[in-house]
Nanobody
């Protein structure tokens, strides 16, 4: 399974950005998918997860109400829509796949639960 993120860049505070992650692999549509981020000097932080076919979603407290996760299994794509961005959202953003949980609930917020990771895309929020 291979994951490739895109869409990062420089955005002003209060702005919006959409991250994309293309997921390739024969059974990737059966995996739960998630977004994490990691800022310099900080631990990797869970942002959101989505089940493989039921579309159930889960959000971390720091992004609830501002970020929205979605997936398109036809295009093998995962998205993170980010609104009202703040300087503290500056980080490398990673998509990840969990081959175990699929449609299980609850999904995991722990990075160790995810088998596959992308290389990350940098988001910088600054004026």
């Amino acid at each position: 399974v291979r994951l490739v993120e895109s869409g990062g860049g420089l955005v002003q505070p209060g702005g919006s950005l959409r991250l994309s992650c293309v997921v390739s692999g024969r059974t990737s549509s059966t995996y739960a998918l998630a977004w994490f981020r990691q800022a310099p000097g900080k631990e990797r932080e869970f942002l959101s997860a989505i089940s493989c076919s039921t579309g159930r979603t889960w959000y971390g407290d720091s992004v609830k109400g501002r970020f929205m996760i979605s997936r398109d299994n036809t295009d093998n794509a995962l998205y993170l829509h980010m609104n009202n961005l703040k300087p503290e959202d500056t980080a490398h953003y990673y998509c990840a796949a969990d081959s175990v949980r699929g449609n299980s609930w609850p999904l995991s917020a722990h990075a160790l639960s995810y088998d596959y990771w992308g290389q990350g895309t940098l988001v910088t929020v600054s004026s």
